[in-house]
Nanobody, 128 residues
Framework: QVQLVESGGGLVQPGGSLKLSCVVS????????ISWFRQAPGKERTGVSC????????YYSNSVKGRFTISRDNAKNTVYLQMNSLKSEDTAVYYC?????????????????????WGQGTQVTVSS
């Protein structure tokens, strides 16, 4: 059974930083892609960042490009999301998602319906 467990959320002031972690239950190399999504209250879930093993690329939404960085530690089966220069509009529940069947590329990485496995989410609140 695939499990994804997120951690690292919390309350931070605007301009601050947080680092989210997602521990996956299988080898990272087993997945076609592992991504971060977020959902703010009353809004739809949106893609934040992705690394794809199928095309060996990383992707970011325009709203976080230059501020967030996705990375991984294969030895720890962990994917990270470093979030810098946080803004109030970054407030949301952040989810880790993984896919091990479909091809994930620049045209599909942010399609939530593509992913078969999801974590429980971690709350990020940016407020003074």
């Amino acid at each position: 059974q695939v499990q994804l467990v997120e951690s690292g959320g919390g309350l931070v002031q605007p301009g601050g930083s947080l680092k989210l972690s997602c521990v996956v239950s299988r080898l990272i190399e087993d997945y076609h892609a592992i991504s971060w999504f977020r959902q703010a209250p009353g809004k739809e879930r949106t893609g934040v960042s992705c690394f794809s093993n199928t095309d060996d690329s990383t992707y970011y939404s325009n709203s976080v490009k230059g501020r967030f960085t996705i990375s991984r530690d294969n030895a720890k089966n962990t994917v990270y999301l470093q979030m810098n220069s946080l803004k109030s509009e970054d407030t949301a529940v952040y989810y880790c998602a993984a896919e091990d069947f479909a091809y994930v590329d620049s045209t599909s990485w942010d399609m939530g319906t593509l992913y078969d496995y999801w974590g429980q989410g971690t709350q990020v609140t940016v407020s003074s």
